[in-house]
C-alpha cells in the first residue's frame, strides 16, 4: 500500500506572529477522506557548542509553554531567506556571546512531525572565542557551561528536559562521534 496522503483543500484557522494553524483535508492511503491539523512553523537551529574543555555551552531560560525554566542547547527560528548554518551563527553569538572557527552540521529532525512542520538543523560547533552577547529585546538567558558526562547524567536523572537538547548531547556519545576531531582542531 502506498503510504501517502494527498491534500485536497486546506483552511487557515490562524495566523500569528511565529505559527499559522491550518486545517486540511486530504485522502488517505485506502482512499478515504481525513482531516488533518498542521501548525506552520519556521525552520530553526541548534547548536551543540562545545569548548576546549569538553563542556557544552548552554543557556537557561524560562518558557512560559512549559511553566519553568530550561537548561537548554542554543536554538532560534531561521530568518526568511536565511541558510541554517548563518542562523546557527547568528544564534550563538546572540544566546552566548561565542563565535566558533569549526562548523558541523550533525542532522536535521522534526520536532512533532504528527501536527506540526518545524524541523531542526543540529550544528556541531567548535574552537569557540568570546565576543558579546546580543539577546532578543525579550529574552533573559543565563549562560551556563556544563561538562558533556554531567549533561548525560542530567538527562538521565530529568533534569535536562529540552527535545533538542537531548538529542544534541545523546549525539556526543555515539560511538562513531569524535568531538576531539570535530571540534577541537
Same mark, same amino acid.
Given at each position: ?28 492511503p ?13 525552520d530553526?537551529?541548534?547548536? #551543540? ?19 519553568e ?6 536554538a ?5 531567506g ?9 544564534? #550563538?553569538?546572540?544566546? =552566548? ?13 522534526? =520536532? ?74
Amino acid at each position: 500500500m502506498l503510504m501517502e496522503e494527498k491534500r485536497i483543500s486546506s483552511e487557515n484557522i490562524y495566523a500569528g506572529k511565529i505559527m499559522t494553524v491550518k486545517k486540511d483535508q486530504v485522502i488517505l492511503p485506502d482512499g478515504r477522506q481525513g482531516a488533518r491539523e498542521i501548525v506552520e512553523l519556521s525552520d530553526a537551529v541548534a547548536v #551543540l557548542a562545545i569548548n576546549n574543555n569538553n563542556e557544552v555551552l548552554m543557556v537557561r531560560q524560562f518558557r512560559h509553554p512549559a511553566g519553568e525554566s530550561l537548561l537548554e542547547i542554543p536554538a532560534g527560528k531561521v530568518e526568511k531567506g536565511e541558510k541554517p548554518l548563518d542562523c546557527a551563527k547568528r544564534e #550563538l553569538e546572540e544566546e =552566548t556571546g561565542c563565535r566558533a572557527a569549526v562548523w558541523k552540521e550533525i542532522c536535521y529532525f522534526f =520536532t512533532s512531525p504528527g501536527f506540526c512542520t518545524e524541523k531542526i538543523y543540529l550544528y556541531l560547533a567548535g574552537g569557540l572565542s568570546m565576543h558579546e552577547t546580543k539577546f532578543d529585546q525579550d529574552e533573559f538567558i543565563e549562560i551556563e557551561t556544563i561538562n558533556v558526562n554531567e549533561a548525560m547524567e542530567m538527562i538521565k536523572n530529568g533534569d535536562i528536559k529540552d527535545a533538542k537538547t537531548i538529542i544534541g548531547i545523546l549525539f556526543l556519545n555515539l560511538p562513531i562521534y569524535q568531538i576531539d576531531q570535530a571540534c577541537n582542531k
